[in-house]
């Protein structure tokens, strides 16, 4: 709904943006331990998860043309795929390795930066096509 009210880059800022706030409620929680914290994880995490297929298949129309969008759209859904069953694996061995949740936390709010900041280059370098 908000794709269609506001637009894909906005709902996608949004989107990555509010996973962060998740994330940062999981760092406060390392050093105050509080029920609404834990409120924030889940609403603020996971609450936007199923809208990024979404958003991707709508920004997708501005580096794919109608030809090469199915191809290119699985080879996203591919590298999705295998990040959703590595992140587990990975996260189990970077814990084994430190003993410390906050270096997953760290991990985490790292990569979900590293992926904003993809979003924003891509916005900006790829142009809407009509």
């Known amino acids: 709904m908000a794709a269609d009210r506001f637009g894909a880059p906005v709902a996608g800022i949004v989107s990555f943006s509010s996973s962060m706030i998740g994330v940062l409620c999981l760092l406060a929680m390392e050093a105050w331990p509080a029920r609404l914290l834990a409120y ?76 904003l900041s993809a979003l924003a280059v891509f916005l900006l370098t790829s142009r809407q096509r009509a």
Do not use: K, Q
């Open 40 to 115: 924030g994880y889940v609403l603020f995490l996971f609450t936007p998860l199923g809208s990024r297929a979404t958003i991707a298949s709508v920004l997708l129309s501005r580096i794919a043309g109608p030809r090469n969008y199915g191809p290119v759209f699985g080879l996203i859904g591919i590298g999705n795929s295998l990040g959703a069953a590595a992140g587990p694996w990975l996260s189990g061995a970077l814990f084994d390795r430190t003993h410390s949740y906050l270096a997953l936390y760290l991990t985490t709010l790292g990569c979900a930066a590293a992926g």
